[in-house]
């Protein structure tokens, strides 16, 4: 492929107009660019709505102390476990919210194998058991269908830019206009999902 070459779908002005091979040096350049317009427009719409509030983070770290001490990779593989995947917290979400929690005295940290691992203190368990009064974040109304709408989604965009970006850059020409097809069909047919 060269940098004139422009698939239908990923080379026209919504994807930056240079299709595949549009980045200067080899073949399938101009494909990042569009996985990154991709990437940003759902970055975007997470943004609106589809993230957890950092109260929610904060409550499901207490919630989950209250249950056994963990360290804060535990701590955001159980959100994802208990929300069936829907929201899996960044550790630039839950590392300062422990961090904030042993500030205000309601965790402690001890080394265990060589990681922090937090447990509550007793004013945490007191918080914690007022906050119990109240649904898990992963359990309130709608917290799965909004996280799951922004979350689920991009990652399966972003997966199949993957594929196509891959097919782009070492698919045969053939290969290449299957890919296309393909692309052309899904979006046709989510398109259709939108008209019902």
Do not use: C
């Amino acid at each position: 492929m060269n940098g004139t070459y422009a698939p239908r779908g990923f080379g026209g002005p919504g994807f930056g107009g240079r299709g595949f091979g549009g980045r200067p040096g080899g073949p399938g350049g101009g494909i990042w660019e569009a996985m990154e317009q991709l990437r940003a427009s759902f970055e975007q719409r997470a943004g609106s709505g589809g993230r957890m509030g950092r109260g929610d983070v904060r409550t499901a770290v207490l919630t989950l102390l209250a249950e056994a001490p963990m360290h804060g990779y535990q701590i955001i593989q159980e959100i994802s476990e208990r929300s069936g995947g829907a929201w899996k917290p960044s550790a630039g979400s839950v590392y300062p919210t422990l961090q904030l929690l042993a500030d205000e005295g309601l965790i402690e940290a001890s080394e265990q194998g060589g990681r922090k691992t937090y447990s509550l203190t007793e004013a945490g368990r007191a918080v914690a058991d007022e906050a119990s009064e109240n649904p898990a974040p992963w359990e309130a109304p709608g917290a799965r269908a909004g996280a799951a709408q922004f979350g689920a989604l991009p990652k399966a965009g972003m997966d199949l830019a993957g594929a196509a970006a891959q097919v782009a850059r070492t698919g045969t020409p053939e290969q290449v206009e299957q890919a296309i097809a393909v692309l052309d069909e899904a979006r046709r047919k989510l398109y259709a999902i939108l008209a019902d």
